[in-house]
């Protein structure tokens, strides 16, 4: 190697970027991004073998309003993949430091706005669904359970953020094995283990979220 390909700052030159590369980045990131719908689609299919059709429509309702509710937060994983990069890039240890702080505490605000402000959220949301008494009895149980983990929900998108934009890819999509993997378990649990319904669903998604923040911090 000679003097001109040592970069300025005195770092050995990264690895050249490849189709191989990129697909160790991009598809954990695409199981990243689908891990929020995937918690409603599990819910929805465990709950479903209770038989009644009310609990599957109050979890769908359910889950397609914590979709959209912290999707509103999506920036906390975009934004944090974002600025993490280019502190790594610069290799500016206290700015990736900094960056994952921030997110965390943008995540921990919010996500304790969101439990004080759940009965607004809810009258608002349930009240434009429109959805049958029966089912929005049942979505009404499924989110006052489920918004208590909203801290852990959104300090996982900012932990998501900062593995991908360190370019850790695989302790990120092993991050989406545990929050799932431990949904799967607890709703099987909870509902064909112990005979609960809508309260089983929520718990084991609530318990699923804070291991897999735990996780992340770990």
Known sequence: MSPTDIPAHGRAPRAPVTHRTVLAIALPVV????????????????????GDAYYIGAIAVGAMLFNILYWTFGFLRMGTTGLTAQADGADDTAELRAVLGRALTIAGVAGV????????????????????????THARVYFAIRIWSAPAALANYAI??????????????????????????????????????????????????????VAGFA
């Open 160 to 213: 998501l953020g900062w593995f991908i934009g360190l370019g850790r890819t695989p302790v990120a999509f092993a991050l989406q094995i545990v929050l799932n993997g431990v949904n799967i378990a607890l709703d099987a649990l909870f509902v064909l283990g112990l005979g609960m319904d809508v309260e089983g669903v929520a718990l084991g998604t609530v318990i699923a979220e804070i291991v897999a923040a």
């Open 113 to 136: 706005v969101l439990i004080v402000l759940q009965a607004a959220i809810g009258a608002v949301a349930f009240g434009l669904l429109g959805a049958s008494p029966e089912v929005e």
């Open 31 to 50: 199981a990243s991004n689908v891990s929020t719908p995937l918690i409603g689609v599990v819910d929805t299919a465990v709950v479903g073998q209770l």
